[in-house]
Nanobody, 121 residues
Framework: QLQASGGGLVQSGGSLRLSCAASGKIFKVHDMRWYRQAPGAQRELVAG???????TYGDSVPGRSTISRDNAKNTMYLTMTSLKPEDTGVYYC?????????????????WGQGTQVTVSS
């Protein structure tokens, strides 16, 4: 399962660091991603990172977010700076996991429960 944390209420211009930890039966965590769902909007990609460290950023928090991961801890992070009210939303983490060493081509997709980020003006 995935556990997202680190959200909260922050003033405009502030910063937050979100975490997403994968736990349970894990052989390998492959792609990990952060998505954001603003009120009344569709879920959109914020950033993604592969197990090898290749990074993709979406258009959600352009130039103000940094994604990273600690493979030893199966944990992903998202640091957001210069936050704006339009960054408000629920941030979800996503991961592709191989659970068993004997089935390396089996991939399961997991979503975290989401963590609320609210940026006040």
């Amino acid at each position: 399962q995935l556990q997202a944390s680190g959200g909260g209420l922050v003033q405009s211009g502030g910063s937050l660091r979100l975490s997403c930890a994968a736990s349970g039966k894990i052989f390998k965590v492959h792609d990990m991603r952060w998505y954001r769902q603003a009120p009344g909007a569709q879920r959109e990609l914020v950033a993604g990172i592969t197990s090898g460290g290749a990074i993709t950023y979406g258009d959600s928090v352009p130039g103000r977010s940094t994604i990273s991961r600690d493979n030893a801890k199966n944990t992903m992070y998202l640091t957001m700076t210069s936050l704006k009210p339009e960054d408000t939303g629920v941030y979800y983490c996503y991961a592709v996991v191989t659970s068993n060493w004997y089935a390396p081509k089996t991939f399961d997709v997991y979503w975290g429960q989401g963590t609320q980020v609210t940026v006040s003006s």
